[in-house]
Nanobody, 119 residues
Framework: QVQLVESGGGLVQPGGSLRLSCAAS????????MGWYRQAPGKERDLVAT???????TYADSVKGRFTISRDNVKNTAYLQMNSLKPEDTAVYYC?????????????WGKGTLVTVSS
C-alpha cells in the first residue's frame, strides 16, 4: 500500500517563506514524476510545479522565480520551497506522484496541507 503525506503548511505573513514536504511510503518499486498542485477556496486544483526523477522541473507562471521544487530520491520525498509568498498563494497544497509497485503504475495523491498567507 502506497501513501503520500504532505507536511509543512501553516500561516505565514506576506513576503514570508514556507517549505513543504511530501513523503512517499509503502511497497514502492520506482517513483517517476512528482508534482505539487494547489486548490484555493472555490477554485479548481491547479498545477504548481513538477519534477522528474532526473531533476527536470516545470513551474506555473504565477510561481516562477518564487517557488523551487526539489526531491530526494533516496528518501522518496519531494519538497516545495516557497518564498515571497502572496495572499493569492493561499490554498490547500497537494502532492502527486507517479509510483510503480510490483502490481501497477499509478498516480497517487496526498491529502493536502493548508497554506495561508495573511497579515
Amino acid at each position: 500500500q502506497v501513501q503520500l503525506v504532505e507536511s509543512g503548511g501553516g500561516l505565514v505573513q506576506p513576503g514570508g517563506s514556507l517549505r513543504l514536504s511530501c513523503a512517499a511510503s509503502g511497497s514502492i518499486f520506482n517513483i517517476g514524476v512528482m508534482g505539487w498542485y494547489r486548490q484555493a477556496p472555490g477554485k479548481e486544483r491547479d498545477l504548481v510545479a513538477t519534477i522528474t526523477s532526473g531533476g527536470t522541473t516545470t513551474y506555473a507562471d504565477s510561481v516562477k522565480g518564487r517557488f523551487t521544487i526539489s526531491r530526494d530520491n533516496v528518501k522518496n520525498t519531494a519538497y516545495l520551497q516557497m518564498n515571497s509568498l502572496k495572499p493569492e498563494d493561499t490554498a490547500v497544497y497537494y502532492c502527486n506522484a507517479n509510483i510503480a509497485t510490483n502490481l501497477h503504475d499509478y498516480y497517487y495523491w496526498g491529502k493536502g496541507t493548508l497554506v495561508t498567507v495573511s497579515s
